[in-house]
């Protein structure tokens, strides 16, 4: 009864994990698409865009996901933690940031939570099946 409850709960955290990964697609081009607009409004506004930022800018998801990463944070972090970019010297960025309408800025915070939660399923997964493997 014990395995058949932990393979029940493994089937239907692969099926949320699944779901999750499938349904960050859409987001990740999305985004792409909000990241060049956001550096269009940041570069007219301070006449400037930070070196990394500048380079990065057109990596996209799926072909330098690490880069892509880096192009991000210079807009999630100042959202989420209300700090500046690792990349940037502007202390302006927050207020920036936060400034830019919910419609530009909701679907990358959505997009982090999402990528959170599939980092956590992975984790209960693996723990699941070390339980199933040495008990």
Not at 7 to 27: D, K, N, R, W
Not at 43 to 69: A, M, Q
Not at 84 to 92: G, L, M, P, Q, V
Not at 94 to 113: A, C, H, N, Q, W
Request: with cysteine; charged share 25%.
């Amino acid at each position: 009864m014990k395995e058949l409850t932990l393979t029940y709960i493994a089937i239907a955290l692969s099926l949320v994990f699944f779901i999750l990964c499938i349904s960050m697609i859409p987001f990740k081009i999305i985004n792409d698409r909000k990241v060049k607009k956001i550096c269009e409004l940041y570069e007219k506004k301070f006449n400037y865009l930070p070196l990394d930022v500048r380079i990065f800018k057109n990596s996209t998801w799926y072909t330098l996901p690490y880069h892509n990463g880096l192009k991000k944070q210079f807009i999630i972090r100042p959202l989420l933690k209300g700090k500046r970019s690792h990349f940037s010297k502007n202390e302006s960025d927050v207020e920036f940031m936060k400034g830019l309408p919910s419609k530009l800025t909701r679907s990358f915070i959505i997009e982090v939570y999402m990528g959170r939660a599939v980092v956590i399923l992975s984790i209960l997964m693996l723990s699941l099946m070390w339980i199933d493997k040495n008990i």
